[in-house]
């Protein structure tokens, strides 16, 4: 199973990441986009021009796809903590991820406590979670929800381990698939 977290910026994505692992059975693995972002040489990276470092992130974001997509195939559980904050990177997902039982989740946030957040930490911009909420909710389907703002992220954990007990069969990854398709399964 693949739980996918996708939240803005400082929503609370890795800490809910973090209590997941406590509470889920301990075969879980969580993968973070910001680990993932990690693994190169940032400083240098940042020196490239516009169009070579779009590229770079494209590619980097990819391969991170894969890399989830390819730990879950190898019969792994895993927690992504992920950002889907523009189109292709959910068709991405959709893609690669395919046949596999992924559980896509939403992390709220009200914008004035990510602001807060962003404001308290180092390595974020101020204004920066609230400028992504609309496109990284834009797809606007998920399996279950929950709001850091109003939640403790072990409280979100809790909740989560609660809705995959119980889970549909069918999840919104194969509801937003289909549709990418072109197929409606609201007309099925």
Not at 16 to 37: G, R, T
Request: proline share 5%.
């Amino acid at each position: 199973m693949i739980i996918f977290l996708n939240g803005t910026s400082s929503s609370g994505k890795s800490s809910i990441a973090a209590e997941l692992l406590q509470v889920l059975d301990p075969s879980y693995f969580h993968m973070s986009i910001d680990a993932f972002s990690a693994m190169c040489a940032g400083d240098r990276v940042m020196e490239l021009d516009a169009p070579e470092l779009a590229a770079f992130l494209r590619r980097m974001r990819a391969g991170f796809h894969r890399a989830v997509a390819g730990m879950a195939r190898a019969g792994n559980d895993i927690v992504v903590d992920h950002l889907l904050s523009e189109p292709w990177r959910l068709q991405d997902c959709l893609e690669v991820m395919d046949g596999l039982d992924v559980v896509l989740v939403g992390v709220q946030c009200p914008p004035d406590e990510l602001e807060r957040r962003e404001q308290a930490r180092d390595d974020r911009m101020p204004g920066q979670g609230a400028a992504q909420r609309l496109s990284v909710h834009q797809h606007g389907l998920y399996d279950f929800e929950v709001d850091t703002g109003v939640n403790s992220p072990r409280e979100c954990a809790l909740a989560i381990k609660e809705f995959v007990s119980r889970a549909p069969t069918t999840r919104a990854f194969d509801e937003l698939r289909g549709r990418a398709r072109g197929h409606d399964p609201s007309t099925s």
